[in-house]
C-alpha cells in the first residue's frame, strides 16, 4: 500500500515554463489536496477536490490549475512559472481515518 | 479566517523528559484539530487528531489537550527520544470547511 505518491521529488523551471506535479493514491480516497510549504509559514492550501471530476480554489491558488480526471489522481499545473512559485508542493488525501501527504515535490523556478 | 499559531518556534528537550507544544487558533468555529510532524525532506505525518467535543485525547507517548476557552492546543510528548527530533505542527478545520489551517511550527530538539 503506497499511499500518497508525488511525481516528481525535485524540480528545476526557468520562469515562463510549464509543468504538472502528479499525485496518486491508491486508498480510495474521494479527497485530495495540494498544499504548498515556505520557509517560516504553514502549509497553505493551493486547490482541492471533493471527488472526480471536481475542484475547488483554496487559500492560495492564483497561478496554478487543478484537475482530477481520474479519483486516484490528481495534477497541479503551473502554465508559466514565475520565482514566487519556487516552494516545496505537498498533495494529501483524506479518508475516514484522516489526512495521508505524500512525501512533496521540491520547485525551484529559476 | 482561521490562524494558527505556534508559541515557540524552537523548543530544546533533554532525552527521557516530557515535552509540551502549544498552539492558538483563532476561529471559535473551528472543531477539528491535527498534529502533524515533518522530518527533514518527508511530507507531514499525522501524530493525533481531536474534535472540538473532547478536551483530551492520548496515544502512544502523545496526549493533545483542547482549551476551547482560550482557543489553545497543546501536545505533550512523554519520555522524549532522539527520534521525536523534528518540526511539529498543529492545524485546524471549521465544520463543513475542506481547509485545513496550519500553523508555523516548532522545531524540537531532543538533546542527548
Known amino acids: 500500500n503506497a499511499g500518497v505518491t508525488q511525481t516528481p521529488k525535485f524540480r528545476v523551471l526557468k520562469t515562463g515554463q510549464s509543468m504538472t506535479l502528479l499525485c496518486a493514491q491508491d486508498?480510495?480516497?474521494?479527497?485530495m489536496y495540494w498544499y504548498r510549504q515556505d520557509p517560516g509559514m504553514g502549509l497553505r492550501l493551493i486547490h482541492y477536490?471533493?471527488?472526480?471530476?471536481?475542484?475547488a480554489k483554496g487559500e492560495v491558488p492564483d497561478g496554478y490549475n487543478v484537475s482530477r480526471l481520474k479519483k486516484q489522481n490528481f495534477l497541479l499545473g503551473l502554465e508559466s512559472a514565475a520565482p514566487s512559485q519556487t516552494s516545496v508542493y505537498f498533495c494529501?488525501?483524506?479518508?475516514?481515518?484522516?489526512?495521508?501527504f505524500g512525501s512533496g515535490t521540491r520547485l525551484t523556478v529559476v | 479566517g482561521e490562524s494558527v499559531g505556534l508559541h515557540l518556534p524552537t523548543l530544546s528537550v533533554q532525552e527521557g523528559d516530557n515535552s509540551i507544544i502549544n498552539c492558538a487558533y483563532s476561529?471559535?468555529?473551528?472543531?477539528?484539530f491535527i498534529w502533524y510532524k515533518q522530518e527533514s525532506g518527508k511530507g507531514p505525518q499525522f501524530i493525533i487528531d481531536i474534535r472540538s467535543n473532547m478536551d483530551k485525547r492520548q496515544g502512544q507517548r502523545v496526549t493533545v489537550l483542547l482549551n476551547k476557552t482560550v482557543k489553545h492546543l497543546s501536545l505533550q510528548i512523554a519520555a522524549t527520544q532522539p527520534g521525536d527530533s523534528a518540526v511539529y505542527f498543529c492545524?485546524?478545520?471549521?465544520?463543513?470547511?475542506?481547509?485545513?489551517?496550519f500553523g508555523t511550527g516548532t522545531r524540537l530538539t531532543i538533546i542527548p
Open positions: 476561529n471559535s468555529a473551528s472543531d477539528y
Open positions: 494529501a488525501s483524506r479518508g475516514n481515518y484522516g489526512y495521508t
Open positions: 486508498m480510495n480516497h474521494e479527497y
Open positions: 492545524a485546524a478545520r471549521g465544520f463543513g470547511n475542506e481547509k485545513l489551517t
Open positions: 477536490s471533493v471527488g472526480e471530476g471536481t475542484t
